[in-house]
C-alpha cells in the first residue's frame, strides 16, 4: 500500500513539474530576443518621492526614507533633499517642536487639542508615577489592560469584581491592569489624587504616566503601554487591551483562546475590526482630522473599545511603532502599526464595540457567546458577570 501511494506522488510530483516547464518555455518563446539582450527598464524602478502635503504624511515619508539603508546610502554626500532631510532630528523630542506652527498651512485656525498633540507629536516617554513591576512574576496566560481615567474609581472597582478579577479561572492565570495618564488641571480635573494613593496601594494594579489623559493622547498611552508590556510582563500569552466601559466576557475569551495553537495563536490579533475607513472631515465629528493633517484611507483597524492579541505580536508592535509617527487616534495608530508589519486585525463577531440588539440587552443568554459589549455601566457590568457565573444559566 505504502508503496503505491509513493508511487503515485511521485508521478504528481513529475506531471506538475512537466506542466511548470511547458507554461516556462511557452514563456520564452513568445520572447525570443529575451536571451539576446538584457531588458532594461525604461522607467526608474521606483518613482521619485514628492513631499505629501499633509503634516503626518510627510513626518512618515521622512521617517520610511531614513529607516531604508538602500536609499539612504545615497546621500551620505548630504545632498539630501531638503523636504527629506528632518533638522529637527537630535533635538528634544518632548520640547514643544514650534515648527509645527509654520509647517502646517492652516495650523493656527485648528482646534487646540491639534495644536497639542502636534506640539508634542514627537515624544513618546513620559515619566511612571506609579507602577506594578511584580505583577506578572507569574507570567499570565491572559493580560487584561484597562485603559482608564483617575476619577473613573467605580468603572476600576465593578471591573476587579466582574470580568477583570485577576487571579485563576477557569484554571489559567489572569492578571489586571489599569493603564492611567493625568487627570490634569488644565482640563479642569478635580486633584484626586490622594484617593488614587489609597486605591493603588490597596490594589496595586494602577500603572500612571506622567501625561495629560486626553482623547489625543490615547496614541501616547498605546505606545507606553507597548514597551510596558516588554519590560514588565513579556511572557505574558495573551493580552487584551480595552476601555473601562465594556463588558468582557472573560470566560468566553479564555474558551476561545484555550483553542488556539501554532500560527494562528502567535499571529492573533482580534476584534471589531473596521475596513475601508477613513478619516471624518466634520468638523463636528469627534474623530474630525483635518487635510492638512492626514490623507488618504485608514487601514483595516480593530475599534479601540476592547481587542486581543498575542504576547509575540505585543512584541513585534513594540518594535515596530518606533517607526511608525504618532496618529491623534489610538486605534487606528494600531491599525498603521499592523500594516506595517504586514498583517491585518481579523474580525471576530463576539466583539460588540457597537453594542447588540436593544431587546437582547437583559438576557443573560446574549453575553454567553459574546466577548465584549459596549456600552455598560459598572452596575451592568456586575449584574451581567453574575448571570454568566451562575451554575444553573441553560442557554440552547
Ligand atoms: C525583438 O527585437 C526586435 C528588434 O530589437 C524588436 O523589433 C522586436 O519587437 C522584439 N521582439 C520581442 C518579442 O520583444
Ligand atoms: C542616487 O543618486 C543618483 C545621483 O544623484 C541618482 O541618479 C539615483 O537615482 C539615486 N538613486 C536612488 C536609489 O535614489
Ligand atoms: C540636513 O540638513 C542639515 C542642516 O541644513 C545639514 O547640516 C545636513 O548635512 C543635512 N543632511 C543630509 C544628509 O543632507
Ligand atoms: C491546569 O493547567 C495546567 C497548566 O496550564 C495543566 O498542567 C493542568 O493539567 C490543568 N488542569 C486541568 C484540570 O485542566
Ligand atoms: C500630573 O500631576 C501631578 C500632580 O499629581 C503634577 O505635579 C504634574 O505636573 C502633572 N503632570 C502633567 C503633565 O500635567
Ligand atoms: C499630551 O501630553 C503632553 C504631556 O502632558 C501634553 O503636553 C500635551 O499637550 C498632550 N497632548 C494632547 C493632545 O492633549
Ligand atoms: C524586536 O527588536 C529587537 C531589537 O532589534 C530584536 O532583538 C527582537 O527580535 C525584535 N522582536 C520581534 C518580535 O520582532
Known sequence: MALRRKLKITVTVMMVNLFIFILISRNGSQDKNASRKPRVPSKPFWARQTPSPAYWNH?????????????????????MPDWLNDTSLGSDPCRPNLRVTTQVKDYNSLPDRFKDFLLYMRCRSYPVKRDQPGICEEPPFLLL?????????????????????????????????????????????????RMLN????????????????????????EVLFLEWIQTRCSGARFIFKGDDDVFVNTHRILDFLKGLSGPKARDLFVGDV???????????????????????????????????YSGDIAARLHNVSKHVAL??????YTGMCMRKLGLAPEKHKG????????????????????????????????QIWSWLSRADLSCQ
Not at 477613513?278 to 483595516?300: A, L, T
Not at 496618529?327 to 487606528?332: G, L, Q, R, T
Request: with cysteine; glycine share 8%; charged share 20%.
Open 59 to 79: 513626518q512618515q515619508q521622512i521617517r520610511d526614507f531614513q529607516n531604508n539603508p538602500v536609499l539612504m546610502s545615497n546621500y551620505s554626500g548630504g545632498d
Open 274 to 308: 473596521i475596513t475601508n475607513a477613513g478619516p471624518h472631515r466634520d468638523k463636528r465629528v469627534k474623530y474630525f482630522i483635518p487635510e492638512s493633517m492626514y490623507v488618504g484611507g485608514y487601514p483595516p483597524y480593530a475599534g479601540g473599545g476592547g481587542y486581543l
Open 145 to 193: 489592560a484597562v485603559k482608564s481615567l483617575e476619577p473613573h474609581f467605580d468603572r476600576r472597582q465593578a471591573i476587579r469584581q466582574s470580568w477583570g478579577r485577576a487571579g485563576v479561572l477557569a484554571n489559567r492565570t489572569v492578571a489586571t491592569v489599569f493603564l492611567l495618564g493625568n487627570a490634569t488641571a488644565v482640563d479642569h480635573h478635580p486633584d484626586l489624587s
Open 198 to 221: 489609597y486605591e493603588s496601594a490597596h490594589h496595586k494594579d494602577i500603572v500612571q504616566w506622567d501625561f495629560r489623559d486626553s482623547f489625543f493622547n490615547l496614541t501616547v498611552k
Open 327 to 332: 496618529y491623534p487616534i489610538d486605534d487606528v
Open 351 to 382: 466583539f460588540r464595540t457597537f453594542n447588540i440588539e436593544e431587546k437582547y440587552r437583559s438576557n443573560p443568554c446574549a453575553y454567553k457567546s459574546l466577548m465584549l459589549v459596549h456600552p455598560r455601566t459598572p452596575q451592568e457590568m456586575i
